[in-house]
């Protein structure tokens, strides 16, 4: 049964991989244009050299130099001349690769081609940057989640860092006591894991889905093809105790997170962490809706089975927002179950107002009745750390 996954999984790669890397420019130049918000530094200098506080790196910019004794660039629908810019920047600027290009001819038509032309179909699913496919540097991540997801990377020295995660790369909000910190070199990574009771004890029901650890240690390694495929061992270095199993299966926050059917034998019960594991995954990154980060996923991890999607800094219609989609699909104890997350940006002020992301984290599953519903519903957060990658 899965080997013509792994078929169509490193068919999709090869036709993947014959896709141009690099964006391009166009032959001629283009003199009234909006930037694409794919440059978080360039867009937060233009704003800062124009007194804009506080700058969005999402900014809507269109710059217009059709008229050389009447140059302008507008953000979010302010105008500001163009010579009010350092050279460097307006270099910067005018050899900017990603633009979409705003001189068309107007007609009767312009009402519905303009609106299905700015939706940039395009745009919509295009490769990544050499950056993002990088095996050795991968996992540098600004983005530093408050639980589930990537992992947050902090490079020392190119391809060595450092990172550290709350829950697994796969779960929910308030799903497991899981945390993890790891050193990486050359696309190596090891590290360990420890509990931290503190982010599964503030859901009081609806327990009986969630996966719960002690200490152990790991290491994975991502084959030197592009970033796409990452092996890994996982083993427990420590048994649970007679007191956490009592904690973790009948007295987490006195509820009790084992269900029985009507005879007493056990219908839905936690999955107590124990033992080794091989992991893998398989993804592909790229840019959906100019995210400044994204992959796509099929992964195998702790004999559960995962696919899913998650991206960084989407734009759409004007908003930008992080969304997260798993599905664990195949467990050795546990019911398969959806995590949604969906984080909104320029909620808050001055320098939170492009760093900070928070927003809604949905585990759907079987509830303790039995029935399809919501096991976990809580809010989560993220915070970008540095500039963009």
């Given at each position: 049964m899965r080997t013509p996954l792994y078929l169509i999984l490193i068919s999709a790669l090869i036709f993947s991989s014959s896709l141009p890397l690099f964006a391009q420019e166009d032959e001629e130049p283009v003199n009234y244009f909006q930037m694409e918000p794919l440059d978080d530094s360039l867009f937060i200098h233009i704003q800062e050299e124009?007194?804009?506080?506080?700058?969005d790196p999402k900014a809507e910019i269109v710059v217009d130099v059709r008229d050389a004794n009447n140059q302008t660039i507008s953000i979010k629908g302010a105008l500001y001349p163009f010579l009010a810019l350092?050279?460097?920047?307006?270099?910067?600027?005018?050899?900017?690769?990603?633009k979409l290009n705003l001189e068309e001819t107007v007609n009767f038509g312009s009402l519905y081609t303009r609106v299905i032309n700015k939706l940039r179909f395009e745009k919509i699913l295009v490769p990544p940057t050499v950056f993002q496919i990088s095996p050795t540097l991968g996992y540098i991540n600004p983005y530093i989640q408050f639980q589930g997801g990537e992992r947050f990377g902090i490079p020392i020295k190119k391809d060595i860092g450092l990172s550290i995660g709350f829950g697994t790369p796969y779960s929910g909000a308030l799903e497991t006591n899981f945390v993890e910190a790891n050193f990486h070199i050359l696309g190596f990574r090891g590290g360990m894991f420890t509990a931290v009771d503190a982010f599964i004890e503030l859901k009081g029901s609806e327990n009986h889905n969630n996966l719960f650890v002690?200490?152990?240690?790991?290491?994975?390694?991502v084959i030197p093809f592009g970033n796409f495929f990452e092996i890994g061992y996982?083993?427990?270095?420590?048994?649970?105790?007679?007191?956490?199993?009592?904690?973790?299966?009948t007295q987490t926050v006195n509820k009790e997170n084992i269900v029985y059917n009507p005879d007493s034998t056990i219908k839905y019960q936690p999955y107590l962490l124990t033992g080794s594991y091989i992991n893998w995954e398989m993804r592909y990154p790229v840019k959906v809706l100019g995210a400044t980060r994204g992959k796509f996923y099929v992964a195998q991890y702790i004999d559960e089975w995962h696919i899913g999607f998650t991206g960084r800094e989407l734009s759409l219609a004007g908003s930008v927002f992080d969304l997260r989609f798993d599905a664990m699909f195949n467990s050795p104890v546990r019911q398969p179950q959806y995590v949604l997350d969906i984080m909104v940006q320029k909620i808050f002020d001055y320098w939170a107002f492009s760093t900070i992301a928070i927003g809604p984290s949905i585990i759907m599953s079987h509830t303790n009745s039995g029935s399809f519903g919501f096991t976990s519903l809580f809010a989560n957060l993220r915070i970008k750390v540095g500039s963009s990658l």
């Open positions: 124009l007194f804009i506080d506080p700058p350092t050279p460097e920047l307006r270099a910067r600027i005018l050899t900017y690769p990603f002690t200490n152990g240690i790991q290491f994975a390694y996982t083993s427990v270095s420590e048994d649970f105790s007679e007191t956490q199993i009592l904690k973790y299966t």
